[in-house]
């Protein structure tokens, strides 16, 4: 029988899920196929609309070899395995005579442990453990919640907490699960053979497809022990988020809480000296967290560097001393035992890789304002450890001895794709060098015709924002832009505090328009009541800026209140934009202008989401149209038709309007 060509087979699965095959999407399958033929690596940009899923699935499914594919967000990784995988390999199985089997692979904190259902729950107060279906008030919502995964562990065939609808609150499903350190093991754990996060793991063994998040990437990448399985071939879908995941993964948190109950579940498996000497240094740090200490710490003040030491050398002590001394009165002592392991474990390697002051990594702190009560005051006091860059880690441990393909909407910025690749590791495209692995970046462009479907207004007229300063002349325009387009606005603000208080000010000036706040409802509520009523308006920050997804009249101008760069304190940012800076490179344009390029032309995509949409995309900063670097940003935007005259602007909005009514 003949081989099936990519044509054929493309066409079968588009075919199967009820989709309309378009030119960008057989270019992005084409360029994929050659990638993994070749063993190469491959940057693909395909717009919104492209179905690019089965522009990679098809080719990957078509090459035999085994595939992982790493996603961003929740909703892609159901729409792979819920939809699309199980319809492809359907629609394929006739025309490559096999049926490859696929599988989801998450953290094992993802799943419902069984050992912590049923037997209880570690407790830091006391030795044993205590039923925490007994302790909470089944009337409570905690209470009621913990019934439920009761209940629902009897008929799950996964265990995954994203299987479970409708959702419990983090402190519910904290109660029924564990992390990596915390787990027994199956071989030690009395509930090893029906183990969920097990039986996963031995799916995804088996399968030709493996389908997990960005995290677990991460995590299998910067720890020794690997997660995934051996694989040929690697996908990275939305992978504008990669390198903030795999910073995300990579930083350490330090806090008094989480330093007291480290304390807490040691206590009593340990000796004293060992237990004192543990509780003295938790003090110590204590005391020092409630200092005003500067944000980035470039040098550690040389007394929180003794505390951490002492803190540091006392974890050493008790991770020595913790498995000399057993005690059979302590209920299910190895489950209280291993976590009261991993809680001082996790304690002495953030304190480790502080004292220990590499060059790459960046150290601040933080302190948010306290929460509720006295239980609370430390609360929002905490140590950050964070890598400088992430890209050497990708380039070592991403690109090496198998095919990586990434994709995304939005990966070339300011008109190519070499930001991105820089911030993966990667050299300029096409450069040559024995350290540098070798790529292509391919643009197969959006089935939607942006010039005709979207305006990208910039209001020039308006004051350049300052930091924290009144803006009452953007908040009259947005007033002006809302009325003409009806309503059907997405407010993309820079920061929580702009959004709150432009929603306070636009509800007294204009209550015939409903605005919607984040953080005043669930994320998911509020898109579904922003969807349900075209007269409402949604106001937000950064989820907001990558999360929406509503074609049709509800979402017809989408606004920008200001050019979205870096807070100038933020610690992380700006040590990397020194640390290009003293390179001899321009910090500004590779880290700053880089961030707002990647959320701009995220929040720009929300626009455009179906070939019927029409709309205005409103930054409202004149720095897009007049500095030096607004051609870079707008060029790392859709290419919407471009404007600075807000009369036309109006007149286009409520032409839209009227047509939408």
């Known amino acids: 029988m003949t081989k099936p060509s990519l044509p054929e087979l493309l066409h079968a699965a588009v075919a199967a899920v009820g989709g309309t095959e378009r030119p960008g999407q057989v270019a ?86 069984l050992h912590r259902l049923h037997e209880g729950v570690p407790q830091d107060e006391e030795e044993g453990l205590f039923d925490q279906f007994e302790a909470a008030a089944p009337t409570s919502k905690l209470g009621q919640d913990l019934l439920r995964l009761r209940d629902w562990s009897d008929e799950t065939e996964t265990g995954d907490r994203d299987d479970l609808t409708p959702g419990v609150s983090d402190r519910a499903w904290s109660q029924v699960s564990v992390s990596s350190r915390e787990c027994l093991g199956a071989t030690k754990c009395a509930y090893g053979a029906e183990c969920f996060a097990e039986a996963a793991r031995e799916r995804a063994k088996l399968a030709e497809v493996i389908v997990t998040n960005h995290a677990l990437l991460a995590i299998d990448a910067i720890e020794g022990a690997p997660v995934l399985p051996q694989h040929e071939v690697l996908i990275v879908d939305e992978a504008h988020e990669l390198v903030s995941r795999v910073t995300g993964v990579a930083t350490g948190e330090l806090t008094p809480g989480q330093v007291n109950r480290a304390v807490r579940r040691a206590a009593k ?20 967290m409630e200092l005003a200490l500067p944000g980035r710490l470039e040098e550690i003040p040389e007394d929180l560097g003794y505390a951490l030491m002492a803190l540091r050398d006392a974890c050493r002590t008790v991770i020595s001393a913790i498995g000399a001394i057993r005690d059979k009165s302590v209920q299910d002592e190895d489950a209280v035992r291993k976590q009261a392991l991993a ?39 905490s140590l950050r450890v964070a890598p400088m860059s992430v890209s050497g880690l990708l380039r070592e441990k991403l690109f090496t001895d198998r095919s990586v393909v990434l994709t995304s909407a939005t990966l070339k910025l300011g008109g190519d794709f070499n930001g991105v690749g820089a911030s993966l590791g990667l050299g300029p495209e096409g450069a040559e060098g024995d350290d540098l692995p070798q790529w292509k970046g391919v643009d197969v462009g959006s089935p939607f015709d942006y010039p005709r479907q979207g305006i990208l207004y910039v209001a020039k007229h308006l004051a350049r924002p300052a930091r924290d300063g009144d803006r009452k002349d953007m908040l009259d325009e947005l007033t002006e832009l809302i009325q003409a387009a009806g309503g059907r606005t997405l407010g993309l603000f820079s920061s929580m505090r702009a959004a709150q208080l432009a929603a306070e000010e636009l509800r007294s000036r204009i209550p015939e328009y409903p605005i919607l706040l984040q953080g005043e409802e669930t994320l998911g509520e509020l898109i579904k009541n922003f969807a349900a009523d075209p007269r409402t308006c949604l106001f937000g920050t950064l989820s907001l800026w990558q999360g929406v997804d509503v074609p049709g009249p509800s979402c017809q101008l989408v606004v920008m209140d200001k050019i979205p760069f870096p807070r100038p304190d933020d610690p992380l940012m700006s040590a990397r934009q020194k640390a290009v800076e003293e390179a001899g490179g321009n910090g500004f344009m590779a880290v700053a202008a880089t961030h707002a390029a990647l959320l701009m032309a995220q929040g720009a995509g929300r626009l455009v989401r179906a070939s019927g949409d029409r709309g205005v995309v409103a930054v409202l900063d004149p720095r897009l149209a007049t500095a030096r670097y607004g051609s870079y940003l707008k060029a790392s935007m859709p290419d919407f038709w471009y404007t600075t005259d807000r009369n036309q602007v109006r007149k286009s909005l409520a032409a839209i309007d009227a047509a939408a009514k």
């Open 269 to 288: 498996l340990v000796n004293e000296k060992a237990a004192d000497q543990l509780q003295t240094a938790a003090e110590g740090f204590e005391r020092l």
């Open 28 to 113: 992005m399958a084409e360029a994929v196929a050659e990638a993994i033929d070749d063993g190469a690596h491959l940057l693909v940009q395909a717009g919104t609309g492209t179905g690019k899923s089965l522009g990679y699935l098809v080719p990957a499914l078509a090459h035999g070899e085994r595939v992982v594919v790493a996603t961003a967000t929740l909703a892609l990784q159901r729409q792979l395995v819920e939809r699309d995988l199980p319809r492809t390999v359907e629609a394929l199985h006739p025309l490559l005579r096999r049926r490859p089997e696929f599988a989801m692979l998450k953290g094992r904190s993802n799943y419902l442990c």
């Open 343 to 381: 809680s001082v474990e996790s304690v002495h390697d953030v304190a480790e890789r502080i004292t220990h002051g590499s060059e790459w990594d960046v150290v601040w702190y933080e302190r948010h304002e306290p929460r509720g009560g006295a239980a609370y005051r430390h609360s929002g006091a």
